[in-house]
């Protein structure tokens, strides 16, 4: 087999077993799987087609002047490559998924199945609304329920997902401002302890940017906020709970102060799913919020997507959110506004978001989530994940630094820090380890304002059994690195791949087949 010239194929670690080499590079089920181009021959093809009938050509200098160099292969061993590939995968069908700030938890099968009823899934957004009422109910029913979930005025569905959220809730302040004349206002309070996308919305949006320091429990601190209020501070964008995984126990007292001052207040909502029936976010004095479907509503997260970033807004921004959104008449009858409809009805929308009505399988899962689980059902799933992040805190804080334990109980995930381990030992030899142990590794070195930071959320789905798999592995890899165990400097051993240097990898990526005689797709 000849091996890709273009990039680095490193060897399965000698560490994943004993014996011999085999004929194969195969060792039992670990396979040593080819790209497709190296099973693949560009001479051949996995079906048999009839030659064409003689036509005109119409290419001109378009047309190829050597073969296309795609592999061809047989469906069996197309169907076995991408199998293959798949079983090297970490899903969370496997296991616990321990990503922190990510929310990646079981996605019921039911909720796939609802998606898949041929009314949602395959209409279409230009369809007359007399034939697409199902579906304009539910993304009605799903705006109630968040409504009454946040203690919010409206809601706007169409956002597509966290960051895009955002930018609406921030586009909305930015219209009210205007209206009441204040467009001077151009500086967007954020602190240290906010998702990172915030800062970056608000500089996309047009807003400079200030930092808020974090007391040193890891909350904001009030006083800091207080002082830089001004007549130029158009609002706050706060995480709550924060990427450190703490409640925000000042946030109505903080959204008192900032509309005092003219200003308002928006609320990260990507970690909603530890307060869900706990905590209204409207009682708090959130202005706008945005709610991630994908994480919160147990939606697919993760690969490119699809998302949904719904945004609830309180009275005083209501009236700029948005356009579309939908219209439920006395008739039980629904109707979506739009520009040609909206009339006077609201005349102060910002605009619209995207071309259409948002993402119609996340409103369908997140719906199926809602109504399954029912008000008391949300309520105790919020409470579970939280439980669940103490129980991982508390199992091992006297192995493993936790900055915050002191801080009163954390939300639905649970920070570590590097502090404690040994010279030459790093968070990252900490994850590698995981991955021996058969779990992906917990989001490592963010938050920034933890050094070394490893961020664990095991989300409400995770049984205790599981939970005290997943402790007595991250107990024994920070044991092991404590007693200077060099062997977990070069960690994974059992995996397909031995670590890889990073570094390279990001500065010199080889993403792309290159063969080592290209063809030409089209004359010069």
């Known amino acids: 087999m000849t091996i890709n010239a273009s990039g680095w194929r490193p060897e399965i670690s000698a560490g994943s077993g004993e014996g011999a080499a085999t004929f194969t590079g195969n060792r039992a089920l670990m396979l040593e799987e ?44 197309t169907v076995r490559h991408y199998t293959r590939l798949s079983r090297q995968n ?67 569905m169409s956002p597509k997902a966290g960051a895009h959220g955002e930018l609406c809730g921030i586009l909305c302040i930015k219209a009210a401002l205007e209206a009441r004349g204040e467009g001077h206002r151009k500086v967007i309070l954020v602190p240290e302890s906010a998702h990172g996308t915030n800062p970056a919305t608000a500089a996309f949006a047009g807003f400079a940017v200030e930092d808020i320091p974090a007391t040193p429990e890891g909350r904001v601190d009030l006083n800091a906020l207080k002082a830089r209020l001004g007549p130029d501070v158009a609002g706050v964008m706060i995480t709550n709970p924060n990427t450190c995984g703490l409640f925000e126990r ?56 699809p998302g949904s970033g719904p945004v609830v807004l309180s009275e005083a921004l ?36 995207t071309a259409f009505h948002g993402q119609m399988g996340m409103f369908t899962r997140a719906l199926t989530y809602i109504l399954s689980h029912g008000a008391d059902g949300l309520r105790q799933a919020a409470e579970d994940a939280v439980l669940n992040a103490n129980y991982i805190l508390r199992s091992l804080e006297d192995v493993l630094d936790a900055p915050f334990a002191a801080s009163g109980p954390c939300m639905h995930e649970v920070l570590f820090s590097d502090s404690g381990l040994p010279d030459g030992f790093s968070t990252l030899d900490i994850a590698k380890g995981l991955i021996d142990e058969g779990f992906h590794p917990m989001t490592v070195y963010f938050p920034l304002v933890v050094h070394g930071a490893m961020l664990v959320e095991p989300t409400e789905t995770e049984s205790k059994a599981t939970l005290d798999q997943f402790i007595g592995a991250l107990r024994s890899v920070a044991e092991r ?39 030409a797709a089209a004359a010069e």
């Open 481 to 519: 690195a404590k007693a200077g165990d060099a062997a977990l400097k070069s960690a994974p051993h059992f995996a397909p791949r031995a670590r890889l240097d990073e570094t390279q990898a990001a500065r010199k990526p080889v993403l792309v087949w290159q063969d080592e005689e290209p063809h």
């Open 250 to 305: 000042d946030l109505k007292a903080i959204s008192d102060a900032v509309h005092a001052a003219g200003g308002y207040v928006y609320c990260d909502g990507a970690n909603f799913n530890a307060i869900v029936g706990r905590v209204r976010p409207g009682d708090l004095g959130v202005d706008a919020m945005h709610i991630n479907l994908h994480k919160t509503f147990s939606t697919p997260h993760g690969g490119g997507g």
């Open 318 to 353: 209501a009236p700029f959110g948005p356009l579309p959104f939908t219209e439920r008449w006395a008739d039980g009858h629904f109707t979506l506004v739009e520009e040609e409809t909206v009339e006077d009805r609201h005349p102060h929308t910002f605009g619209r978001m």
């Open 90 to 156: 970490y899903a969370i069908d496997l296991g616990l998924f321990p990503l922190g700030s990510c929310t990646m938890k079981h996605n019921p099968r039911l909720n796939e199945r609802m998606a898949r009823l041929p009314g949602f899934a395959d209409i279409h957004p230009l369809q007359p609304v007399d034939t697409v009422q199902g579906a304009l109910g539910v993304i009605n029913e799903l705006a109630v329920w968040l409504i009454k979930l946040t203690g919010m005025h409206g809601v706007a």
């Open 34 to 77: 080819p790209l497709i181009f190296e099973i693949g021959d560009g001479e051949t093809t996995g079906v048999d087609q009839g030659a064409p009938a003689p036509g005109g050509d119409r290419l001109g200098a378009l047309a190829r002047t050597a073969p296309i160099g795609l592999p061809g292969l047989s469906e069996p061993e």
